[in-house]
Antibody
Framework: EVQLVESGGGLVQPGGSLRLSCAAS????????MNWVRQAPGKGLEWVSD????????NYADSVKGRFTISRDNANNSLYLQMHSLRDEDTALYYC?????????????????WGQGTMVTVSS | DIQMTQSPSTLSASVGDRVTITCRAS??????LAWYQQKPGRAPKVLIY???SLESGVPSRFSGSGSGTEFTLTISSLQPDDFATYYC?????????FGQGTKLEIK
C-alpha cells in the first residue's frame, strides 16, 4: 500500500525548534519530488516546501524561508522538515505529500498521496 | 507568487444538483491546475489534475475545465458523500499556491 506517515509534531515555545519526519512506503520514494503542506486550525492549505527526488533542489514559501529546511534520506525512504525560530503563526497540521515523479521525467504534477498530518503547536 | 481565488467561498446545494466552483489565477498557470476535496479531519484528496484529468478512482460526476487563468470544477449530480471543502491549486510556478477553499454545504 502506498503510504506516507508523518511524526514529530508537538507543543513548542515561540523561538523553539522542531523536526518533522515523514516515512514513505509502497512506492519508489527516490523517484518522486516531495512536499510539505500545512493547514492552520480552521484555515486553508498552504504549501510550505518541496525537494526534488535526489535532494538536490529545494524550494520554500516566503513565510518559512530562512527558518525551515527540507531534506530527505532516500536510503531510508524518509522526508524531513527542520523548523527553527518557530512563531505562533506556524501552528498548523503539517502534511507531507507526494509530488511529481521527476525520476521518471514528470516535471509538473498534482500531489497525489498525502499523509494524515502531524500537529505543530507553537505557544508559550 | 501566483494568487488563486475561488468562488464562491460557501455553496449550499441539494443532492442531485449540478454545481460549479470557479478558480481564478492572478497570472497564467498553463494547464498545471488541480482540484482537491477535503473532509473534516481528513487529508486532502486529489480529484482532478492538469485542469481536466480525472484521478484514478474518482467518480465521473467530477469534471474540470478551463485554461490560462480561469478554471472550473463541476459536479454533475451531487451525492451525499460530496459535501466537503474543495481547493484548487496551481503547480506551474513557485510558490505552489492553493485557493482559499469552497465549502459545499447541504441545503
Amino acid at each position: 500500500e502506498v503510504q506516507l506517515v508523518e511524526s514529530g509534531g508537538g507543543l513548542v515555545q515561540p523561538g523553539g525548534s522542531l523536526r518533522l519526519s515523514c516515512a514513505a512506503s509502497g512506492f519508489t520514494f527516490s523517484s518522486y519530488n516531495m512536499n510539505w503542506v500545512r493547514q492552520a486550525p480552521g484555515k486553508g492549505l498552504e504549501w510550505v516546501s518541496d525537494i526534488d527526488n535526489r535532494g538536490s533542489n529545494t524550494n520554500y514559501a516566503d513565510s518559512v524561508k530562512g527558518r525551515f529546511t527540507i531534506s530527505r534520506d532516500n536510503a531510508n525512504n524518509s522526508l524531513y522538515l527542520q523548523m527553527h525560530s518557530l512563531r505562533d503563526e506556524d501552528t498548523a497540521l503539517y502534511y507531507c505529500a507526494r509530488g511529481p515523479a521527476l525520476g521518471f521525467g514528470v516535471v509538473n504534477d498534482a500531489f497525489d498521496i498525502w499523509g494524515q498530518g502531524t500537529m505543530v503547536t507553537v505557544s508559550s | 507568487d501566483i494568487q488563486m481565488t475561488q468562488s464562491p467561498s460557501t455553496l449550499s446545494a441539494s443532492v442531485g444538483d449540478r454545481v460549479t466552483i470557479t478558480c481564478r489565477a492572478s497570472q497564467s498557470v498553463s494547464r498545471w491546475l488541480a482540484w482537491y476535496q477535503q473532509k473534516p479531519g481528513r487529508a486532502p484528496k486529489v480529484l482532478i489534475y492538469d485542469v481536466s484529468s480525472l484521478e484514478s478512482g474518482v467518480p465521473s460526476r467530477f469534471s474540470g475545465s478551463g485554461s490560462g487563468t480561469e478554471f472550473t470544477l463541476t459536479i454533475s449530480s451531487l451525492q451525499p458523500d460530496d459535501f466537503a471543502t474543495y481547493y484548487c491549486q496551481q503547480y506551474n510556478s513557485y510558490s505552489y499556491t492553493f485557493g482559499q477553499g469552497t465549502k459545499l454545504e447541504i441545503k
